[in-house]
């Protein structure tokens, strides 16, 4: 912890601010852009009540390597959960300290307090509040604090805060205060002679142990060279004689004020008298390569293979491609450090060659890691093989900052406009499973139900959904007792039951269809309903009666004989009476109290008790889609499936007509569903402000639902695609061809016959998704992971099948009969021309 910060408050002498960035953290208003500022000075930057609220702002400050911003209260719940608690101070005035929220306590580090009173027990009451929050105090009168006021400050964890006006380089006086002055004040040493023990060290390694006196570190903070206290000969300074100077880059003191580390870039033979790099012996690892490396730049001899390295470009870059290729092909542990030590020596030749240090990589490290935003990661097209086969996944990688509650719900975002062609089909592909692996994962479960019957099933539920159960199927009638609801959910059920129902009911093809393609040759064709169906409603993060109802409905209207509801129990073993109420509604001939995989198979193959069924229809996991996928290709199970399932997904299109809460509320009502649920905003010709309002909405709203840890982590995993028109916009959406679209457009409905690859459409910005989940009448199972663009959602039809017929007269085939044996003549199938032509034969 610092001793004191200064506040930049007028311009400033350039040798002020190098001695004061050697030993502090630097407060720049954030109005002010001093010039003469180092670029490797620690910098928090403050905003003021002046100062214009601007989150993308801020972030891009803490993006270009700002410790910290202080922002005043009004903005605090702005940016609390944006910007993360560890890079935010609260600016408070003495007087606001009441209107703190538990909110804004929880969502910063830090408090700038401006108070006319440097009372140390006030400000410890402060400290109290704000618990594991670090406090800065800032006096708002004109008088210096004395000595042993800053020392009282320093010993109660409190930094002083002062007006660079107040500081200075030379001797302390009534106006001003001599900056090594304050630093060396609260220093306490428990040494008879007065000195404080010093540990040098050089990026991160230890050069030696010293002696520092007030006297040297004064002269050190000012001259910016090491400067030390000999307790033979008085003041120490460092290469004054041998040549190996030190540039001090900064001086730190210990938690009990008694200590003092100085960070250095040492010059000449080393900082031991031994000419060594440190006095505790020879460097290794990386410090001795970039000390070789630095040597062999100015000595190597000509011919050798390090001055080749030097003084051959392309040699060089050559060697460092041809070693991450060899890191990249390494498997076991020693292969791997082999290769990756390889790899590191020629990457630090090229960087000796250029002049860079490990400081400054390690420097670039730090600057990267004070990022907010986050690139996306992706490997540039060249460097992707194109004879691999990329694992099914969104390209754009996730931001880890996201996993962290304070850090800002948002979306990743993309300008079609500006991408090549390898990019934008990144922006198309879901993290679907592997379907092989995922397969031969669920094989044994199925096996297992498949040969075991019910004693499987009762192990596996007991297993996977922890429920100890006698029996896994309910037959009707359902007892009232289960399914005991409140008044208003089974309103809710029954509205949405009688839209749906309506709905599907109008798909039934109750009529034959009829067609005489020639005089005597009459065709047809009629429905009949699938005979015995399974409902997979799934149960893990959520309660689903919907589904229930969205399956049943249609089932019902279909006319299916045998409706059997597999569904996951509860704990306790009985199931939701939500879905139990559905399945009543809907004339369910039996519930299966069971999920997953094994529920898949007792309704593909049937147990004792389970009935088989003849398709299986519904949503699920990885686990459930797997399991319908194997099934449907097993002749011994004889059933078929509905349609491959994935994650949730949703695309919305807004234009500048949309309203940011709508859009971001439909955004997270998917988003919800579970962690691998697919959330894409295409914009049209917004502006960033405009994007801005939408992710502000996302991130608020998102912080306000109670499944904000599963939005968290599907929504840093989504994206935010720029197009400059509605038909880009749709074109793109027609590429990705999502379970959801949500058209937020001017006169949208005009839109729609641009729409060619879509599970179901949402028109306007009335139309939320939510309606058609629940209650509007249409389905919401539909198809996902792109695949809209070959099947459709589940329907009335979904559940019937269609069986043609013909008839043919006598005159009929005397005109038919010629053209039929002359084509089963042309395939060589005698027997079928014979059908025909002893028919022909019988009527001459």
């Not at 299966?592 to 699920?620: C, E, M, N, R, S």
């Not at 994007?691 to 599963?710: F, G, H, N, W, Y």
């Amino acid at each position: 912890m610092a001793v004191f910060l200064p506040l930049l408050d007028s311009n400033v002498e350039g040798p002020l601010i190098a001695s004061l960035a050697r030993i502090s953290t630097l407060i720049v208003p954030a109005l002010q852009s001093p010039s003469q500022v180092p670029d490797n000075a620690k910098r928090h930057i403050l905003y003021d009540q002046e100062s214009t609220f601007d989150l993308d702002q801020i972030i891009q400050v803490l993006d270009a390597g700002a410790e910290k911003v202080i922002v005043p209260i009004a903005w605090a719940n702005d940016a609390i959960g944006i910007i993360p608690a560890a890079r935010l101070i609260l600016l408070l005035d003495v007087a606001n300290a009441s209107a703190v929220s538990d909110r804004i306590r929880s969502g910063v580090s830090g408090v700038l307090l401006k108070t006319p009173s440097l009372d140390v027990d006030f400000i410890g009451s402060v400290s109290r509040f704000f618990t594991g929050a670090s406090i800065h105090v800032l006096p708002t009168v004109q008088e210096l604090p004395s000595p042993a006021t800053i020392q009282s400050l320093r010993r109660a964890d409190a930094i002083l805060v002062l007006p660079t006006s107040s500081l200075t380089l030379s001797e302390s006086s009534a106006s001003q205060l001599n900056i090594a002055d304050i630093f060396v004040a609260p220093l306490v040493s428990d040494r008879p002679d007065g000195l404080f023990p010093t540990v040098v060290t050089e990026g991160g390694r230890s050069l030696g142990l010293v002696y520092s006196s007030v006297a040297s570190i004064k002269e050190s903070i000012i001259s910016g060279k090491g400067v030390y206290q000999s307790r033979k000969h008085g003041l120490w300074r460092k290469g004054e004689t041998s040549g190996a100077i030190q540039d001090v880059i900064n001086i730190a003191l210990d938690c009990d004020l008694d200590a003092v580390e100085f960070n250095v870039v040492q010059h000449g033979s080393g900082f031991c008298h031994l000419n060594r790099p440190s006095c505790f012996g020879e460097v290794n690892g990386l410090a001795a390569l970039e000390r070789t490396l630095q040597s062999r730049l100015s000595s190597a001899p000509e011919g050798s293979y390090t001055r080749r390295l030097f003084n051959d470009s392309n040699l060089l870059r050559a060697k460092i491609m041809e070693e991450a290729d060899e890191l990249c092909r390494a498997e076991t542990k020693d292969e791997i450090a082999f290769e990756a030590a390889d790899l590191i020596y020629f990457a630090l030749t090229r960087c000796v060659a250029a002049g860079v240090s490990i400081s400054d990589i390690e420097r670039s490290l730090d600057k990267k890691a004070k990022k907010v935003t986050r690139r996306t990661g992706d490997a540039k097209p060249q460097w992707v093989k194109k004879d691999a086969q990329p694992a099914p996944q969104a390209a754009p990688a996730p931001s880890t900052a996201s996993a962290s509650p304070d850090a800002p719900i948002r979306m990743r975002s993309y300008n079609l406009s500006a991408s090549s062609p390898a990019e934008r089909a990144t922006y198309l592909r879901r993290p679907v499973l592997n379907s092989g692996e995922m397969i031969n994962k669920v094989k044994p479960i199925v096996d297992s139900v498949r040969t075991r019957g019910d004693e499987a099933l009762l192990e596996l539920t007991a297993k996977f959904d922890k429920a100890q159960m006698d029996s896994t199927v309910i037959f009707p009638p359902f007892s009232p007792e289960s399914m005991k609801i409140d008044d208003s959910v089974r309103k809710a059920i029954d509205i949405a039951y009688s839209n749906v129902h309506k709905f599907h009911a109008a798909q039934d093809e109750k009529n034959t269809l009829i067609v005489e393609t020639m005089p005597g040759v009459i065709c047809s064709r009629f429905s009949r309903p699938i005979a015995r169906v399974g409902l997979y409603v799934p149960g893990g993060t959520a309660i689903l009666p919907s589904t229930a109802l969205m399956l049943g409905a249609p089932a019902q209207v279909a006319g299916c004989k045998e409706i059997v509801i597999a569904t996951p129990p509860r704990p306790d073993g009985s199931i939701s009476p939500e879905v139990m109420y559905v399945a009543q509604l809907v004339g369910a001939s039996a519930i299966l109290k069971a999920g997953g995989a094994q529920a898949v198979a007792a309704l593909a193959y049937g147990t004792k008790t389970v009935p088989k069924v003849d398709k299986i229809f519904g949503p699920g996991n990885q686990w459930v889609t797997a399991a319908k996928m194997l099934v449907q290709n097993d002749t011994d199970a004889l059933v078929s499936i509905d349609m491959p399932a994935g994650p949730s997904e949703v695309l919305v299109i807004a234009d500048s007509t949309c309203k940011p809460g709508f859009v971001a509320a439909d955004l997270l009502s998917q988003a919800e569903h579970g962690v691998d649920s697919q959330v894409v905003l295409v914009t049209v010709n917004l502006s960033e402000e405009e994007i801005s309002a939408i992710e502000k909405e996302v991130d608020t709203q998102a912080r306000a639902l109670p499944r904000v840890d599963i939005i968290r982590e599907s929504i840093s995993k989504s994206l935010i695609i720029k197009t400059s028109s509605a038909e880009e916009a749709i074109e793109f959406s027609n590429d990705y061809a999502p379970e959801h679209l949500i058209l937020h457009l001017k006169d949208a409905s005009a839109k729609v016959p641009l729409v060619q690859n879509a599970g179901s459409v949402f028109v306007g910005p009335y139309s939320p998704e939510s309606c058609g989940d629940y209650a509007s009448g249409t389905n919401h199972t539909l198809p996902t992971n792109g695949y809209a663009r070959q099947f459709s959602g589940v329907n009335t039809q979904s559940f019937q099948k269609h069986i043609t017929s013909q008839e043919v007269t006598a005159d009929g085939l005397k005109s038919l009969g010629p053209v039929v044996a002359t084509l089963a003549d042309c395939e060589g199938l005698g027997a079928h021309a014979n059908a025909v032509r002893i028919r022909l034969r019988d009527m001459a």
